[in-house]
T-cell receptor
Framework: GEDVEQSLFLSVREGDSSVINCTYT??????LYWYKQEPGAGLQLLTY?????DMKQDQRLTVLLNKKDKHLSLRIADTQTGDSAIYFC?????????????FGKGTKLSVKP | EAGVAQSPRYKIIEKRQSVAFWCNPI?????LYWYQQILGQGPKLLIQ????????DSQLPKDRFSAERLKGVDSTLKIQPAKLEDSAVYLC??????????FGPGTRLLVL
C-alpha cells in the first residue's frame, strides 16, 4: 500500500537552513507536494515538483527529488521564526481512482531565535 | 481571489449527536475534497467530488458519514451519530485541474 514517512520534529536556530525529509512508496506518483500548517489553520501549499524533475527552487525554498530512492526533501534557507509550523509531504497516488493525495504525519519545525 | 471557505470553525457536540459542516470551494473549481485530520496525523481523504458526482468515497464511513454537493458548488458533510473517535479537524479542499489542491481553514470538531 501507499505510505509517506517523515521525521516528526526538527529544531533549528534562526538564520540557519532547515532540511525536512520525506520518503514515499508509490513509484507511479507524478506530483509530490509540500504543505505548511500553522497552529489552528488549514494547509497552505508551499511548492510541488513534477516527478521528472530533480530540483525546484522558489525563493527560500528548494525541493530535491531522488526518484531512485523515493526521497523528497525541502530546504528552507535563512529560516525565520515565522517558518515555525508543521510541514507535510504528500504524494499524488494513482492506486485509487483519481490521483488522491497521501500525506505524511508532518514534521514540526521549531525555530529558535 | 477568495479561498476555500468553511463553517463553522469550531463545533463541540456530545456523542450520538449529529453535526454538519459546510464548504464553499474556490470559484470555478470543479473538484472538491473532504479530508479528516486527526491530531498528530496528516489529512486523510474521506470523499472526492467532480462537479456534483462522487469520484471516490472509499474511505468514508458510510454508516455514519454522508456528503453531498447538489449543485456542483457548495458541499455539506454530515456525521450522524457522532462517536468520540470522530474528534478531528475536517478540511475541505478544491482544485481546478486536479494537480493542485487548495485547502480551507478547517472545522475543528470535539465529540464529548
Amino acid at each position: 500500500g501507499e505510505d509517506v514517512e517523515q521525521s516528526l520534529f526538527l529544531s533549528v536556530r534562526e538564520g540557519d537552513s532547515s532540511v525536512i525529509n520525506c520518503t514515499y512508496t508509490d513509484s507511479s506518483s507524478t506530483y509530490l507536494y509540500w504543505y505548511k500548517q500553522e497552529p489552528g489553520a488549514g494547509l497552505q501549499l508551499l511548492t510541488y515538483i513534477f516527478s521528472n524533475m530533480d530540483m525546484k527552487q522558489d525563493q527560500r525554498l528548494t525541493v530535491l527529488l531522488n526518484k531512485k530512492d523515493k526521497h523528497l526533501s525541502l530546504r528552507i534557507a535563512d529560516t525565520q521564526t515565522g517558518d515555525s509550523a508543521i510541514y507535510f509531504c504528500a504524494e499524488r497516488f494513482y492506486g485509487g481512482s483519481q490521483g488522491n493525495l497521501i500525506f505524511g504525519k508532518g514534521t514540526k519545525l521549531s525555530v529558535k531565535p | 481571489e477568495a479561498g476555500v471557505a468553511q463553517s463553522p470553525r469550531y463545533k463541540i457536540i456530545e456523542k450520538r449527536q449529529s453535526v454538519a459542516f459546510w464548504c464553499n470551494p474556490i470559484s470555478g473549481h470543479a473538484t472538491l475534497y473532504w479530508y479528516q485530520q486527526i491530531l498528530g496525523q496528516g489529512p486523510k481523504l474521506l470523499i472526492q467530488f467532480q462537479n456534483n458526482g462522487v469520484v471516490d468515497d472509499s474511505q468514508l464511513p458510510k454508516d455514519r458519514f454522508s456528503a453531498e454537493r447538489l449543485k456542483g458548488v457548495d458541499s455539506t458533510l454530515k456525521i450522524q451519530p457522532a462517536k468520540l473517535e470522530d474528534s478531528a479537524v475536517y478540511l475541505c479542499a478544491s482544485s481546478f485541474g486536479g494537480e493542485t489542491q487548495y485547502f480551507g481553514p478547517g472545522t475543528r470538531l470535539l465529540v464529548l
